[in-house]
């Protein structure tokens, strides 16, 4: 073997054609004179994510991809040449030459210039915001105002990343610089991130936008939990005007499962169903929830299904059909009651009984009959099932089986 030394780009292309045609990394690593950790290490460094709603190399949706499929923990760790890519729903990783090779002399300069920023969103910023200050000459303090999501970061770290050619601009392609002071204290970046997704999702906007169209088909999410050391909870979605309540199972507290779930959904309803039944979801501020658009978009075609909203903290009384719901469920499963031990089968139960309660809200009619009549579809799709009035329990032992 060689001395170490960097993979050029050709080494790159070797490595992608010859993982595409299946060798393993002892073969790819002999072609170049390279040890095979070189290789393994490559392309789990710069292996990129393609997907509609996360950048090339988010860590996130990476993550999001490795917990999806267990193939991309092992080699290759990526999906070039996964006979199942093709039709496959889930997040997929693949290993590209140039791509490589870019992020690799991005990372280079982040490295060099020591900055607090990556390489994905230096790339975000060069395609989106550069445009507008070279063509469109707009002004900084107007970018930041319209582009809060990109620019999370201060005007003083933006100039910062202009004098150090981070981002392809110069002081000359700016209208206006004005002085600023070094910045002392380090500002949470990751917070600034999540309130980024709350711009036009407030309880504000949810508001406005139901005023304006009443006859919007409203949805609510939230989840319950069990013992605090529980790692499962359930995941409640509910439709307002029917008071119609699905309930599904999730292994963990977290947004990759959440995101499973409404994946799931997708699949099960279709996107025309999807769309057509769910308009509005309004949901708390749980860090569970903090993945919008794999909820609003069809992630196969980037279509918008249904817009996201998100309740002012500590206010459930801005969701209150739901919460009303869950007393429903606390019959069954009482606060301080471990959930580790249910099962999906024992959920479905207790979501179809409880669906079955006729309500005085309603008219005395349950949620499964008015949801029946009015989206039959989704009734059949979601396999709801109906249950004569003297056979509705909500005896736990008659749901916990």
Known sequence: MTNYKQLSKEDRNTIENLINKGFNFSYIADSINYDRTTISKEIRRNRYLKNHFFSPYSLSGIKKALAMCDRLSKPPYCCNNCKSKNHC???HLYYNASIAQNHYQSSLIEARNGVDITSEEIELINKNIVPLVKNKKQSVNQIYINHPDILYFSKTTFYKYVNNGIISLTNFDLPRKVKYKKRHKKKNKEYKKDMAIMINRTYEDYIIRIDKEPNLNIWQLDTVIGLNDDSKCLMTFLFVETNFMIIRLLDKKNVINVDNEFTNIQITLGKDLYKEVIDIILTDNGAEFFDPHHLEYDLDSGQKL????????????EKAELEKNHEYIRY???KKTSFENITKDDIKRLEDNINNIPREILGGKTPYELTKEKFPTL??????NYINPDDVSLNPKDIIK
């Open 89 to 91: 729903t889930k997040y």
């Open 306 to 317: 249904c817009s996201l909203y998100y309740c002012h903290p500590n206010s459930p009384e």
């Open 332 to 334: 069954v499963l009482p």
């Open 379 to 384: 009734i059949e799709k979601l396999n709801s």
